[in-house]
């Protein structure tokens, strides 16, 4: 945790075994995009994306060939002791689906209701309080979650009235942002009202763009103590969402406010739907706030640098640690703290991988061809030949069990890799190829 940013006090949400709000780590969501009707599809991305590192995975339950098999979906990933809770997505006929498939209401880990379509006029107060009803009594926590592009008519018409009456009337946009997050408080009001437990609220209050997703929150984090679900609505494709969300989102991650989030990112033809969690996971890491994966160091390369050995060997070893994580973090206790530098020349390359817990430096464009390794602050040897990033490979695997396994075996094991080694004669690499 980057004892720089105090983070907001809220009111604490037990989501099935996971517990979010301050005191508790900000908890990383996604969401699947497969037909919930197909169950065996849709538990496989849950899978996928818990694998991946969601905390919280969200599925549609749009209609009763969904919500019909949200059960099975539970039982799928049960047995593949997949225990990440599901929350439901609800819209327009939810109190309608949780009455008449109560084994999906009690399956699902948390309910996902937007106020601003589950019914118009006198019904809408009706039916949200129907799933609230149904909340309680299978004592399930609730997101309440506003967006802007489903707001109550009826209260924005309501507030934008009042607004033309005063002397000095606001812009419309501020008026927006205000009835987002009063349609929240009121929500959240309602629902305690009806015997739901401040405990069990999450409330979210999403826009599309970063100026206002900054303001909304803002307000809303200063007038109530739930827990606050982070995420930029429809943030785009590619670079873009990620740049997006990534802006707005560390801005109000500095200063406190977000127990949970998640990135809203539109797949890119045959991408992977993991790419939002682990743009997520980059956020709070990058910021210090969680720790998931060990950090690889690599420069961006530039005229110094003679191949596209290092940015190969970077994302070599990136990859790897990513596949090694879910055998690692059951095994050694701290190794998301792991950081690993691969540098492409003697400029900043010896410094970087000297301050990393284990780094080499790569030979740039007219250096020697060599490349020194160092491990907790000391150059232990230098790799040459044809065979570097496997060697240093498996440097990597040995100094990871050796320091945080700390058996003798594991230490054994790496001052003999660390020997041999040295000790091999080598054919240089040719200058500007591996």
Known sequence: MNANIARRKTRQVCIGP???????PIVVQAMTNTDTADARATAAQVEQLALAGAELVRITVNGHEAASQVAKIRELLDARDIKVPLVGDFHFNGHRLLAAYPECAQALGKYRINPGNVGKGARRDEQFCEMIEMACRHGKPVRIGVNWGSLDPELLARMMDSNAALATPLAADAVMREALVVSALESAQRAIEVGLPAERIVLSAKVSHVQDLIAVYRNLAARCDFALHLGLTEAGMGSKG??????????????????????????????ERTREVLVAQQILQTMGLRAFTPSVVACPGCGRTSSHFFQELAQQIEDYLRQQMPIWKNRFNG?????????GCVVNGPGESRLADIGISLPGAGEHPSAPVYMDGERVLTLKGKTIAKEFTQLLDAYVAARYGGEEQARQTLSELLKAYAAAPRELIAHGKQ
Do not use: F, K, Y
């Not at 996971?18 to 508790?24: A, I, Q």
């Not at 200063?255 to 991408?271: F, K, N, Y």
């Not at 190794?335 to 540098?343: C, G, N």
């Open 18 to 24: 996971l517990t979010m709000g301050s005191g508790s």
């Open 242 to 271: 990620i740049v997006a969300s990534s802006t707005a989102l560390a801005v109000l991650l500095q200063e406190g406010i977000g127990d949970t989030l998640r990135i809203s990112l539109t797949p890119e033809p045959g991408g």
């Open 335 to 343: 190794i998301e703290h792991l950081q690993v530098a691969v540098m």
